[in-house]
C-alpha cells in the first residue's frame, strides 16, 4: 500500500506529506536536492510500529513556498515549519531521522523546541557547515551563484559520480539528476546558501535527546573523525560507522540504513515503555 498523502499548511508555506502507519511519530527528512520520496523504503519499513512520516520541505518536492519577496530561506524557518507540522499532526514528540540538510533542520528543532524531539538519527549531516577558512567565506557568494547559473540538474551531474561511483550503480545516477533536474533552480541556490551560513556548533552539549550520528566512511562532506569529534560533545550521542558507503546513503543502500534505524529505534522504545 503507498503512503497516505496530504498537505499542511503552516504560515506562508503549503507543506505536502506522506505518511504511513500508526503509533509513535518518526520523522524522515531529505537532503538537498531531495523530497520525501527518498525515504518511501523507510515509511514502508516502519509504518508496522510507528506513524511514518516524510515531509517535502518548503519549496522541494511537492511543497510550495510563499514567503515574503526578499525574506531569506534558513534552516530555522524549516525547523519551525516542522514545529509547526508535527503540532497540526498531533505527532509531537518525534523520532527525527535526518539525512545531510535534513539533520540540520532535526539539530535546529532540537535546539529551539527540545520537548518536541524523542530521538535523533543524523545521517551524514552536521552542526555547522560554515566555511572556516578565508577563502572558503570568500566562495560562499560564488558558490550560490554557480549554483543558479548551472541550476540542479547540472549540479546534480557533478555530483552522481562521486555518490554512486561503480559501475552497476548506472541507475541510481540516472535517477538521482532527474530527481535532482525537477528543483526550481533559485530555490536550490537559496538552500545551498542557508547551509552554508547555518551553525548550532556552540549549542550540541544543551542537546539532550539520545542521538545516533551515521558516518558513511566515504562521505565527501565530511569525514568520520569529524563526525565523531562533534557528536562526542553531545550528551546522549554514540556514532555508527557505515563501511564503503557514501553521502548518499538512504538512496545508496536503503536497507542498510533500515537496519541501522531498527536498532536504534527498538532500543528507544524499549526505554520509552521501560518509563512508561
Known amino acids: 500500500m503507498s503512503p497516505f498523502a496530504h498537505t499542511v499548511d503552516p504560515d506562508d508555506a503549503v507543506l505536502h506529506v506522506d505518511e504511513k502507519g500508526s503509533g509513535p511519530a518518526l520523522v524522515?527528512?531529505?537532503?538537498?536536492?531531495?523530497?520525501?520520496?527518498?525515504?518511501?523504503?523507510?515509511?514502508?519499513?516502519?509504518?508496522?510500529?510507528?506513524r511514518a512520516i516524510a515531509p517535502d520541505a518548503r519549496g522541494c518536492g511537492?511543497?510550495?513556498?510563499?514567503?515574503?519577496?526578499?525574506?531569506?530561506?534558513?534552516?530555522?524557518?524549516?525547523?519551525?515549519?516542522?514545529?509547526?507540522?508535527?503540532?497540526?499532526?498531533?505527532?509531537?514528540?518525534?523520532?527525527?531521522?535526518?539525512?545531510?540538510?535534513?539533520?540540520?533542520?532535526?539539530l535546529q528543532l532540537a535546539v529551539d523546541a527540545p520537548r518536541l524531539v524523542s530521538s535523533l538519527t543524523l545521517v551524514n549531516s552536521g552542526p555547522d557547515w560554515i566555511p572556516k577558512s578565508a577563502l572558503g567565506r570568500a566562495m560562499r557568494p560564488v558558490s550560490g551563484a554557480v549554483a543558479t547559473l548551472l541550476g540542479p540538474r547540472l549540479m546534480a551531474r557533478g555530483f552522481a559520480p562521486r555518490l554512486f561511483p561503480r559501475p552497476e550503480q548506472a541507475d541510481l545516477r540516472r535517477r538521482y539528476v532527474e530527481n535532482m533536474g525537477r528543483n526550481d533552480r533559485a530555490t536550490y541556490a537559496a538552500l545551498l546558501d542557508a547551509i552554508l551560513r547555518w551553525s548550532v556548533a556552540d549549542r550540541l552539549e544543551s542537546i539532550t535527546a539520545p542521538t545516533l550520528v551515521v558516518a558513511s566512511d566515504g562521505d565527501y562532506a565530511s569525514s568520520v573523525a569529524d563526525k565523531a569529534a562533534w557528536a562526542g560533545r553531545m550528551p546522549n550521542a554514540r556514532l555508527h560507522v557505515v563501511e564503503d558507503a557514501r553521502h548518499a546513503l538512504p538512496l545508496e543502500a536503503p536497507l542498510r540504513l533500515t537496519e541501522i534505524l531498527h536498532a536504534f529505534l527498538s532500543a528507544q522504545t524499549s526505554t520509552e515503555a521501560a518509563i512508561s
Request: glycine share 14%.
Open 28 to 50: 524522515f527528512l531529505h537532503g538537498l536536492g531531495g523530497s520525501g520520496v527518498d525515504f518511501h523504503p523507510q515509511l514502508a519499513a516502519f509504518s508496522g510500529s510507528f
Open 62 to 106: 511537492r511543497s510550495r513556498d510563499r514567503r515574503p519577496a526578499g525574506e531569506p530561506l534558513s534552516i530555522p524557518l524549516l525547523a519551525r515549519d516542522l514545529a509547526a507540522l508535527l503540532v497540526h499532526l498531533e505527532a509531537r514528540p518525534a523520532h527525527l531521522v535526518g539525512w545531510s540538510m535534513g539533520g540540520m533542520i532535526a
